[in-house]
C-alpha cells in the first residue's frame, strides 16, 4: 500500500520524526509506523507540530516531515507552517484529504466553498508548492520532488495533500525502487572567480565597509567561512534579528543587531559605511528601521554587494550595486580564497577592533544597574542576565516575541552559531516553547531553554503533555508581566491606553500559575517568589534532566530602541521620537 512505501520511503531517507496528530485521514500511515525506525511525534495541537518540525530543522539542519489531517487539522497547522515559510526552513507536510470519488459532495470536513476539495489551496500563498495527489502511480514521483524543492533555492516548506483513499491503496514498488537511483542533496550554485575579484577589490579599496549577516548565513551552515572572511579582511560585521550568532558575539569584529531594536552605534556603523556586503539577508522592516535612510542604512550614498540564494530578494528593498545569486557557503569558499590572492597578509584593524570593544563595554557598564536589580517581580535585563550566565556556551535558545525577542537580539550573547531560535519572518507568537521541544529531539546532548513571555506561553501549553510523553527535557523560562507586554507599551505611549493588551482581574494583574499547570502535565514547575531564588532554580532545572517551567514575574519595562519603526508615525504623524513607556 501507498501508506506502507511511504514510511519505508522515510526511513530510507533517514526521517527520524514525523511530527503531527492523527485523524481519520491519516491513520492509515500511522499504523505503518509501528516498528518503524520513523518515530511519531505525538502532540495536542497541530501548531504545536508544526513548530516543533520547525525547532527540529533549525537545530538538525535538516528537513522536518509534518503529517496533518484534513480540514481543521491543517488549519491549525498553517501558522506553523507559515512561520517556517517566512524563515526559510524546509518542511514537507503531508496532509490526509477527503476521499478522491467524494470530490464535490461536501463529505465530512470538506473544504470546498469555492471549488471541489480545495483543502490545498489554502497553503499557495505561503509554501513553494502544492501537489494534491490524484493518482497513486504519481505519489512516489510528487514525494521526491517535494523533498528536492524544500530543499533546494531558498528553503522552505510544500504541501503534498492525498487524499485517505490513495493512502490505501496498492502501487508498484518499482516506482518507489528507483526513486533511490536519485540524489538526495543537489550540489548548490557558487560564484565565479571574476565576480569575487570585482567584490573584494571593492571591499578591500572601501574606506569602511561593513558585512551584513543575515540567517541565510545560518541556513547555508557558512558561520565559519564568514568569519574567516570577516577576520582575513578586517571588515566589522552587523547583522539582522534572524542573523545572530553568525559571528558570536564576542568576536571582536562583532557589532550587533541593527534596526529599531539595535543600538545606535551599530545602526550608524551601517548607515555610513560606504560598501555594505549583504550576506543572505532580504532587509527586513524591523532590520532596517521601516528603511528610513536617517537611521540604519542610506543606500545611496552607501554602495550595496547583495549576495543571496534567492533572486528575488536582491534589490527589492534596496538597489544593489553588486548582485549575486548564489548559495552563501559556497560564494564565501570563492571569497575567501579571492581575499587570500588579492591580500596575502590577514590585514590588521587594532583601532577598529578597539572601538567596538569600548562600545560593547560601554553597552555593559551601562546596562549593569539592571542586571543585578534586586526588586521584584524582575527587571527583564537581570532575567537574562541570569539565564546567559548559567548556561552552557554551546547552550539552544528559542525565543517567541516580545521582550524575550527583541531583548534578546539586542542584549543577550550568542557564542555559538545557530544555537538561537527565533521567529523572524512571520513573528509568531506561540512558536518558542514548542520550537524548543523539537530542537532537544534534534540534539539532545545540549541544554536548550526557551525564553517566552506569558502570552507566548499560555499560547500552546499543551505542548507539555508531548514533553513529559516523551521525556523531553527542555527549560521554558516564562518572562511573565501579565501582558502583551509590547503592544502594551505601543498603545499606552500613543493613545494612552490599555484596552484589550493588559491581564486582569478585578482590576489586578492576574497570570495562571504557569508552574502549576506544568506540576499538572506531570512536569517540574517552580514559581519564583523573589530576584535571588531565580538562579538557584534555573540551576535546579538544568540539573534535574526534566521537562522544567519556570515562571517568574518581570517588570513590563520597553526594550530601549534607537531606531525607527514606520508604524509610530502611522499612530502618531509627526511625532518621530514617541516611543514605549513602562506600564505600571
Same mark, same amino acid.
Given at each position: 500500500?501507498?501508506?506502507?512505501?511511504?514510511?519505508?520511503?522515510?526511513?530510507?531517507r533517514?526521517?527520524?520524526?514525523?511530527?503531527?496528530?492523527?485523524?481519520?485521514?491519516?491513520?492509515a500511515?500511522?499504523?505503518?509506523?509501528?516498528?518503524s525506525?520513523?518515530?511519531?511525534?505525538?502532540?495536542?495541537?497541530?501548531?504545536?507540530?508544526?513548530?516543533?518540525?520547525?525547532?527540529?530543522?533549525?537545530?538538525?539542519?535538516?528537513?522536518?516531515?509534518?503529517?496533518?489531517?484534513?480540514?481543521?487539522?491543517?488549519?491549525?497547522?498553517?501558522?506553523?507552517?507559515?512561520?517556517?515559510?517566512?524563515?526559510?526552513?524546509?518542511?514537507?507536510?503531508i496532509a490526509g484529504?477527503?476521499?478522491?470519488?467524494y470530490?464535490g459532495?461536501?463529505?465530512?470536513?470538506?473544504?470546498? @466553498?469555492?471549488?471541489?476539495?480545495?483543502?490545498?489551496?489554502?497553503?499557495?500563498?505561503?509554501?513553494k508548492?502544492?501537489?494534491?495527489v490524484?493518482?497513486?502511480?504519481?505519489?512516489?514521483?510528487?514525494?521526491?520532488?517535494?523533498?528536492?524543492?524544500?530543499?533546494?533555492?531558498?528553503?522552505?516548506?510544500?504541501l503534498?495533500?492525498?487524499?485517505?483513499?490513495?493512502?490505501?491503496?496498492?502501487?508498484?514498488?518499482?516506482?518507489?525502487?528507483?526513486?533511490a537511483?536519485h540524489?538526495?542533496?543537489?550540489?548548490?550554485?557558487?560564484?565565479d572567480?571574476?565576480?569575487?575579484?570585482?567584490?573584494?577589490?571593492?571591499?578591500?579599496?572601501a574606506?569602511?565597509?561593513?558585512?551584513?549577516?543575515?540567517?541565510?548565513?545560518?541556513?547555508?551552515?557558512?558561520?565559519?567561512?564568514?568569519?574567516?572572511?570577516?577576520?582575513h579582511?578586517?571588515?566589522?560585521?552587523?547583522?539582522?534579528?534572524?542573523?545572530?550568532?553568525?559571528?558570536?558575539?564576542?568576536?571582536? @569584529?562583532t557589532?550587533?543587531?541593527?534596526?529599531?531594536?539595535?543600538t545606535?552605534?551599530?545602526?550608524?556603523?551601517?548607515?555610513?559605511?560606504?560598501?555594505?556586503?549583504?550576506?543572505?539577508?532580504r532587509f527586513?522592516?524591523?532590520?532596517?528601521?521601516?528603511?528610513?535612510?536617517?537611521?540604519?542604512?542610506?543606500?545611496?550614498?552607501?554602495?550595496?554587494?547583495?549576495?543571496?540564494?534567492?533572486?528575488?530578494?536582491?534589490?527589492?528593498?534596496?538597489?544593489?550595486?553588486?548582485?549575486?545569486?548564489?548559495d @552563501?557557503?559556497?560564494?564565501?569558499?570563492?571569497?575567501?580564497?579571492?581575499?587570500?590572492?588579492?591580500?596575502?597578509?590577514?590585514?590588521?584593524n587594532?583601532?577598529?577592533?578597539?572601538e567596538i570593544a569600548?562600545?560593547?563595554?560601554?553597552?555593559?557598564?551601562?546596562?549593569?544597574?539592571?542586571?543585578?536589580?534586586?526588586?521584584?517581580?524582575?527587571?527583564?535585563?537581570?532575567i537574562?542576565?541570569?539565564?546567559?550566565?548559567?548556561?552552557?556556551?554551546?547552550?539552544?535558545?528559542?525565543?517567541?516575541?516580545?521582550?524575550?525577542?527583541?531583548?534578546?537580539?539586542?542584549?543577550?550573547?550568542?557564542?555559538?552559531?545557530?544555537?538561537?531560535?527565533?521567529?523572524?519572518?512571520?513573528?509568531?507568537?506561540?512558536?518558542?516553547?514548542?520550537?524548543?521541544?523539537?530542537?532537544?529531539?534534534?540534539?539532545?546532548?545540549?541544554?536548550?531553554?526557551?525564553?517566552?513571555?506569558?502570552?507566548?506561553?499560555?499560547?500552546n501549553?499543551?505542548?507539555?503533555?508531548?514533553a513529559?510523553?516523551m521525556?523531553?527535557?527542555?527549560?521554558?523560562?516564562?518572562?511573565?508581566?501579565?501582558?502583551?507586554?509590547?503592544?502594551?507599551?505601543?498603545?499606552?505611549?500613543?493613545?494612552g491606553?490599555?484596552?484589550?493588551?493588559?491581564f486582569?482581574?478585578?482590576?489586578?494583574?492576574y497570570?495562571?500559575?504557569?508552574?502549576?499547570?506544568?506540576?499538572?502535565?506531570?512536569?517540574?514547575?517552580v514559581?519564583?517568589?523573589?530576584?535571588?531564588?531565580?538562579?538557584?532554580?534555573?540551576?535546579?532545572?538544568?540539573?534535574?534532566?526534566?521537562?522544567?517551567?519556570?515562571?517568574?514575574?518581570?517588570?513590563?519595562?520597553?526594550?530601549?530602541?534607537?531606531?525607527?519603526?514606520?508604524?509610530?508615525?502611522?499612530?502618531?504623524?509627526?511625532?518621530?521620537?514617541?516611543s514605549?513607556?513602562?506600564?505600571?
Amino acid at each position: 500500500m501507498i501508506s506502507k512505501q511511504l514510511v519505508k520511503y522515510l526511513e530510507d531517507r533517514g526521517v527520524e520524526y514525523l511530527f503531527g496528530l492523527c485523524g481519520h485521514t491519516n491513520i492509515a500511515v500511522l499504523t505503518e509506523l509501528e516498528g518503524s525506525t520513523v518515530k511519531f511525534v505525538n502532540t495536542r495541537h497541530e501548531q504545536i507540530a508544526a513548530h516543533m518540525a520547525d525547532g527540529y530543522a533549525r537545530a538538525k539542519h535538516t528537513t522536518a516531515v509534518l503529517l496533518s489531517h484534513l480540514g481543521p487539522g491543517l488549519t491549525n497547522a498553517a501558522t506553523g507552517v507559515a512561520n517556517a515559510a517566512l524563515d526559510s526552513i524546509p518542511m514537507v507536510v503531508i496532509a490526509g484529504d477527503i476521499p478522491s470519488h467524494y470530490y464535490g459532495k461536501h463529505p465530512h470536513q470538506e473544504v470546498n @466553498l469555492h471549488s471541489d476539495a480545495s483543502q490545498s489551496e489554502i497553503y499557495r500563498p505561503f509554501v513553494k508548492r502544492v501537489w494534491r495527489v490524484e493518482r497513486p502511480d504519481l505519489f512516489p514521483e510528487i514525494l521526491e520532488k517535494a523533498f528536492q524543492l524544500a530543499e533546494s533555492g531558498r528553503p522552505g516548506p510544500v504541501l503534498v495533500s492525498v487524499p485517505m483513499d490513495i493512502f490505501s491503496m496498492e502501487v508498484d514498488t518499482a516506482l518507489f525502487e528507483r526513486l533511490a537511483l536519485h540524489t538526495k542533496a543537489l550540489n548548490k550554485p557558487s560564484m565565479d572567480d571574476p565576480t569575487a575579484e570585482k567584490i573584494v577589490r571593492a571591499l578591500l579599496e572601501a574606506k569602511n565597509p561593513v558585512i551584513y549577516a543575515g540567517g541565510g548565513i545560518l541556513g547555508a551552515d557558512a558561520a565559519a567561512e564568514l568569519a574567516e572572511f570577516a577576520t582575513h579582511l578586517q571588515i566589522p560585521v552587523a547583522h539582522s534579528l534572524m542573523g545572530k550568532g553568525a559571528l558570536p558575539d564576542d568576536h571582536p @569584529l562583532t557589532l550587533g543587531m541593527t534596526g529599531f531594536w539595535g543600538t545606535k552605534f551599530v545602526n550608524e556603523k551601517c548607515r555610513t559605511a560606504d560598501w555594505v556586503i549583504g550576506l543572505g539577508t532580504r532587509f527586513a522592516e524591523a532590520d532596517c528601521s521601516s528603511w528610513d535612510n536617517e537611521f540604519t542604512f542610506s543606500f545611496p550614498p552607501t554602495k550595496l554587494i547583495h549576495i543571496d540564494i534567492d533572486p528575488s530578494e536582491i534589490g527589492r528593498n534596496y538597489p544593489a550595486e553588486i548582485g549575486v545569486v548564489t548559495d @552563501l557557503k559556497q560564494a564565501l569558499i570563492v571569497l575567501n580564497r579571492v581575499a587570500k590572492k588579492l591580500a596575502p597578509t590577514a590585514r590588521r584593524n587594532e583601532k577598529l577592533q578597539n572601538e567596538i570593544a569600548d562600545y560593547r563595554a560601554e553597552f555593559i557598564a551601562g546596562n549593569r544597574p539592571l542586571t543585578v536589580a534586586p526588586g521584584f517581580p524582575m527587571q527583564p535585563e537581570r532575567i537574562l542576565a541570569v539565564v546567559r550566565e548559567a548556561l552552557p556556551r554551546d547552550a539552544i535558545i528559542t525565543t517567541d516575541v516580545g521582550w524575550n525577542k527583541n531583548g534578546v537580539g539586542q542584549q543577550f550573547p550568542i557564542y555559538t552559531p545557530g544555537s538561537i531560535l527565533t521567529p523572524g519572518g512571520y513573528a509568531t507568537m506561540g512558536f518558542g516553547a514548542p520550537a524548543a521541544l523539537g530542537a532537544k529531539l534534534a540534539c539532545p546532548e545540549k541544554v536548550v531553554l526557551a525564553l517566552v513571555g506569558d502570552g507566548g506561553f499560555g499560547q500552546n501549553p499543551a505542548m507539555l503533555a508531548t514533553a513529559v510523553e516523551m521525556g523531553i527535557p527542555v527549560i521554558w523560562v516564562v518572562m511573565n508581566n501579565f501582558a502583551y507586554g509590547t503592544i502594551a507599551g505601543l498603545q499606552m505611549a500613543h493613545y494612552g491606553t490599555t484596552v484589550g493588551v493588559l491581564f486582569r482581574k478585578d482590576g489586578k494583574p492576574y497570570s495562571p500559575d504557569f508552574a502549576a499547570v506544568a506540576r499538572a502535565y506531570g512536569a517540574e514547575g517552580v514559581k519564583i517568589e523573589s530576584a535571588d531564588q531565580f538562579k538557584g532554580v534555573l540551576a535546579e532545572a538544568i540539573a534535574s534532566n526534566k521537562p522544567f517551567v519556570i515562571d517568574v514575574a518581570m517588570l513590563n519595562n520597553p526594550v530601549p530602541t534607537a531606531g525607527h519603526w514606520n508604524i509610530n508615525d502611522i499612530y502618531s504623524p509627526g511625532k518621530r521620537d514617541v516611543s514605549h513607556v513602562s506600564i505600571p
